[in-house]
Structures are given as C-alpha cells and as structure tokens.
C-alpha cells in the first residue's frame, strides 16, 4: 500500500507539474456540476409549467382519444368489440329530419 501511495503522490506531482496550479480542485468542480444540474432542473421545471408545455399536453390528449377512438372502430370492424358502443355516435339521427323538409317547401 505504502509503495502504491507513493507512485500516486509522483504521478499527482508530475501532473501539477506539467499542467499547472490552474487545475480546479475535485469541490470547485463538484459545485461547478452541482450549479449547472440545479440551473438545467429549474428549466425543465420552468418549461413544463409554460403555456406551451399544457399545449403540448392537450396536444398529447386529444391524440390519445383519437387512436382510442380509432382503435375502438377497428375492433367493431374486425368483431371484437360490440358494435353499439361504436355505432351509436356514428349513426346521425338529423338525416330524417332535412328528408322531410324539401317537400314541404314547395308546398
């Protein structure tokens, strides 16, 4: 052990010796990562309560109703699913209605 300290302490020494004293120390660089975290983790904080991130999550919502809503017509399709449930808003109830219309408007 002793002789493993001592090759550490020469290879430190050469090192200090050919870069510098300008070599920052393990805390300034530890604070430095810690600073830099602390700034990236406010941001992120910051942009997900941004009016774009609540865009961005309706966005993501109404996608997800649409693939549900697809996904429900295609298992009616294939007979996986009950085809009432998919059907229901499908079916238009007003086109009776304008049918009976036109020939009252001539008359």
């Known amino acids: 052990q002793a002789k493993m300290q001592e090759q ?17 120390s393990f805390d300034e660089i530890k604070d430095k990562i810690e600073a830099r975290y602390a700034k990236a983790k406010g941001m992120s904080e910051l942009q997900e309560e941004s009016v774009e991130g609540r865009m961005a999550e309706i966005e993501q919502a109404s996608a ?7 996904l429900e017509q295609m298992k009616a399709e294939l007979g996986l699913a009950p085809p009432a449930a998919v059907e ?3 079916a238009p109830a007003a086109e009776p209605a304008p049918a009976q219309q036109p020939p009252s408007a001539p008359a």
């Open 8 to 24: 550490l302490n020469k290879a430190m020494g050469s090192l200090t010796a050919t870069v510098g004293d300008e070599l920052p």
């Open 64 to 70: 997800n109703v649409e693939a549900q809503s697809r």
């Open 88 to 90: 229901a808003p499908a």
